[in-house]
């Protein structure tokens, strides 16, 4: 959504206006104070769309191959581990 920088003192005079385009228009401002950055005014998080899917999903951290190939083996070995297990009763006490 639209970026826009103003000052405290702009959105102090203003404040309704700025909520409301933060509420209905999603809006997100980065308050400045003697041109720093102070503080961020923003929509709370309320989840996500699932048109959004691909954009979170590449944004999540990769595995490296070294590490993907670590999980591999590690999901391997737990999977024989387990299929050596016996069977148990789940409702037995």
Known sequence: ???FSPSVTEVARHFADYINRVAF???RFTLMRG???VAELRPVPAGRRLGELPEVLASLPRL???DAAALAEDLD???R???EQPL???WAS
């Open 64 to 66: 490296s191959l070294k």
């Open 25 to 27: 228009r999603g809006e």
């Open 88 to 90: 148990r009763d789940p």
């Open 81 to 83: 581990q387990l299929a």
């Open 1 to 3: 959504m639209m970026r």
């Open 35 to 37: 041109n720093k950055p």
């Open 77 to 79: 070995t737990v999977r």
